[in-house]
Nanobody, 114 residues
Framework: VQLQASGGGLVQIGASLRLSCTTSGFPLEHYAIGWFRQAPGKEREAVAA??????EYADSVKGRFTISRGNAGNTMYLQMNDLKPEDTAVYYC??????????WGQGTQVTVSS
């Protein structure tokens, strides 16, 4: 079972990025899923989630980030708009079940340059 995030990069303030997550071993559609991030020296935090048919966002990204599932059932996305320097972090996708077990896949670095 693996979840791999991709699509990060170095961008300027106000830019947009779309992160993608692909899984192997299980379909995402049956799980509560989310995007998490960890900035240097900080705890990992959830920034967006899909639980049942509801979406949830951290206050810091509300209105700028959008989480979605892919049609294939094994993909998910995070559309990030109006990026800010404080969004700089390594971003991970995961199910909340695996997150609670501290089981993580490969993240993707997002750096927002000021």
């Amino acid at each position: 079972v693996q979840l791999q995030a991709s699509g990060g990069g170095l961008v300027q303030i106000g830019a947009s990025l779309r992160l993608s997550c692909t899984t192997s071993g299980f379909p995402l559609e049956h799980y509560a899923i989310g995007w998490f991030r960890q900035a240097p020296g900080k705890e990992r935090e959830a920034v967006a989630a899909i639980k049942s048919s509801n979406t949830e966002y951290a206050d810091s990204v509300k209105g700028r980030f959008t989480i979605s599932r892919g049609n294939a059932g094994n993909t998910m996305y995070l559309q990030m708009n109006d990026l800010k320097p404080e969004d700089t972090a390594v971003y991970y996708c995961n199910t909340f079940y695996r997150a609670a077990s501290n089981s993580w896949g490969q993240g993707t670095q997002v750096t927002v340059s000021s």
